[in-house]
Nanobody, 122 residues
Framework: QVQLVESGGGSVQAGGSLRLSCAAS????????MGWFRQAPGKEREYVAC????????HYADSVKGRFTISRDNAKNTVYLEMNSLKPDDTAVYYC??????WGPGAEYNYWGQGTQVTVSS
């Protein structure tokens, strides 16, 4: 089992920045990839970004490309999401997830965190 705990959410004005963290514990040696997703009220969960744990390769949704950066610290078993130039449309609960099989926007993510709220005001 892998446990994921997100932190770093909050409220910011449009144009501001936030950095989310996701600390993994448990059987983290089995992690192949990790991703960030978000879900706004009344909307389906949306893919945001992902990273291949070993090589650090990254992929982003078009909606965040150039504004968000995903990174990881293998020693701390932590993945980060640096969010810049935030827009009201970025308001959502952000979840991190890990996959033991693959990585990418269509990967099978086995484990999920509880989520952290990000609110961007205009």
């Amino acid at each position: 089992q892998v446990q994921l705990v997100e932190s770093g959410g909050g409220s910011v004005q449009a144009g501001g920045s936030l950095r989310l963290s996701c600390a993994a514990s448990g059987r983290t040696f089995s992690t192949y990839g990790m991703g960030w997703f978000r879900q706004a009220p009344g909307k389906e969960r949306e893919y945001v970004a992902c990273i291949k744990w070993s090589a650090g390769s990254t992929h982003y949704a078009d909606s965040v490309k150039g504004r968000f950066t995903i990174s990881r610290d293998n020693a701390k078993n932590t993945v980060y999401l640096e969010m810049n130039s935030l827009k009201p449309d970025d308001t959502a609960v952000y979840y991190c997830a890990s996959s033991t099989r693959n990585w990418g926007p269509g990967a099978e993510y086995n484990y999920w965190g509880q989520g952290t709220q990000v609110t961007v005001s205009s």
